[in-house]
């Protein structure tokens, strides 16, 4: 196995492993540590399918299971194997999706972060791309942190946010009706378990509020910070390519989709760890 440090602010590139074989307790654990020290980790010309893809998620550690709307139609081949998802805009021959492409997916966010335990790892393996756009880019979260002007770290150091995520829209929700939304208070800014670096934990997408603050306060704090942690100093663009696997750290980094046709097919499978309560 290689690793060779992307020209980026996060990332590596991995050869020379097929991860269509399981890995065992010792291998997983050189992976993990991979994950963790460069945020973003590229495994290219893979091959493996939705069963080793779910296998090898395991080997990382305990899968996450998506709770989705009761309206929400699933694709029939993620219910054969549960923790596998499809984030596809092409639809079979009756016209049902596939697989899901919301637009916030176009806004820099964490994982599940309005959740009480946000994802640890999440995973994509890239079955088809479009012939232009539809990137990833991840930000790097700790030199966001690390960067901020003081003055909006002492706004938020200490204090949590609240994210909330609305499936059924991209805009900011109403935080007066909240009652059928998901939705958890979190850290500001997280230490991270491994490896006890501060990241920034607030995105664009679900974070909606500063703890103490009025929304209508939190928000020009909120703006300033996303503005800082989104510039291109800090971000990562993935081109994809079939067969690319990528596995990213919830917890150090954001992700954002690019645009792209919405008739040329891109389809990728989503698998994820699951994460622990989050500490300041």
């Given at each position: 196995m290689k690793v060779t440090p992307l020209d980026a602010p996060l990332g590596a590139r991995i050869t020379g492993i097929d991860l269509r074989e399981t890995p065992d307790e010792a291998l997983a654990a050189e992976i993990r540590a991979i994950v963790h020290e460069y945020s973003v980790t590229i495994f290219p010309d893979q091959t493996f399918n939705a069963k080793q893809q779910l296998a090898f998620t395991k080997s990382l550690g305990p899968v996450r299971k998506r709770k989705l709307p009761d309206d929400y139609?699933?694709?029939?081949?993620?219910?054969?194997?549960?923790?596998?998802?499809?984030?596809?805009n092409i639809r079979d021959e009756n016209g049902?999706?596939?697989g899901v492409i919301p637009d916030g997916e176009m806004w820099f966010h964490h994982d599940t972060c309005?959740?009480?335990e946000p994802d640890k790892f999440t995973m994509l393996y890239s079955i088809a791309v479009p012939k232009v756009g539809?990137?990833?880019?991840?930000?790097?979260?700790?030199?966001?942190?690390?960067?901020?002007?003081?003055?909006l770290k002492k706004e938020i150091h200490g204090k949590n946010a609240l994210n909330v995520y609305d499936y059924a829209t991209i805009d900011k929700p109403d935080l007066e009706n909240l009652e059928n939304?998901?939705?958890?208070?979190?850290?500001?800014?997280?230490?991270?378990?491994?490896?006890?670096?501060?990241?920034?934990f607030v995105n664009r997408l679900m974070t909606c509020q500063i703890e103490g603050l009025s929304v209508e306060d939190s928000s020009p704090i909120l703006d300033s910070i996303f503005d800082h942690?989104?510039?291109?100093?800090?971000?990562?663009?993935?081109?994809?390519?079939?067969?690319?696997?990528?596995?990213?750290?919830?917890?150090?980094v954001t992700?954002?989709?690019?645009?792209?046709?919405i008739g040329d097919d891109r389809r990728l499978r989503r698998s994820k760890v699951s994460g622990d309560k989050l500490v300041a």
């Open positions: 139609v699933s694709p029939a081949s993620s219910y054969e194997t549960p923790g596998i998802a499809y984030v596809s049902e999706p596939t309005y959740t009480d539809g990137n990833t880019m991840w930000g790097n979260m700790y030199q966001a942190w690390d960067t901020l002007p003081e003055d939304i998901e939705k958890a208070w979190q850290p500001c800014v997280v230490t991270h378990p491994q490896n006890g670096r501060e990241a920034l942690a989104e510039q291109r100093q800090f971000v990562y663009e993935h081109q994809w390519s079939v067969g690319d696997f990528v596995i990213w750290d919830n917890l150090a992700h954002a989709r690019t645009h792209f046709e």
